[in-house]
């Protein structure tokens, strides 16, 4: 069975986001149900996998990250409204025995994703 995975680098010191809080959603045709929070480790990384084995299901997620806290919180200046705030990645699981993983590379000023495994 797979796995669901994320990490986030924080592009602007060049070194794992620290400490970035984000939810999990499964999207339906009613609505969201979240499914897991956490924080990022020491490594950017969330301890354990966001889903793994028959929790990982075929269909539509989104993971909301908490960038613009995550980079208040580390003295940058930042606008208000912030430009990047609350960063919503929008993703699809085709084939529950894969893995993956769903990086986020954030500045405050742009963020990306990829789909690793």
């Known amino acids: 069975m797979g ?12 070194k794992p986001g620290v400490g970035v809080k ?3 959603y499964a999207v339906g045709p ?12 020491s490594d950017g990384r969330c301890d354990e996998p966001l889903l793994a084995g028959e929790a990982l299901q075929v269909g539509k ?5 908490a960038a613009g806290d995550y980079f208040a919180a580390q003295g940058e200046q930042l606008p208000e409204p912030r430009f990047v705030d609350e960063v919503v990645i929008a993703f699809g699981i085709a084939d529950a025995s894969q893995n993956y993983h769903v990086p986020l590379v ?12």
Not at 30 to 38: E, I, M, P, S, Y
Not at 106 to 117: D, H, K, N
């Open 3 to 14: 796995k669901l995975s994320t990490h986030v680098l924080d592009i602007t010191k060049g």
């Open 30 to 41: 009613v609505g969201k149900t979240l499914l897991k929070q956490a924080v990022t480790n």
């Open 106 to 117: 954030v500045s405050p000023w742009a963020y990306s994703t990829y789909r690793g495994s």
């Open 61 to 65: 997620y989104e993971l909301v990250f």
């Open 22 to 24: 984000l939810a999990l």
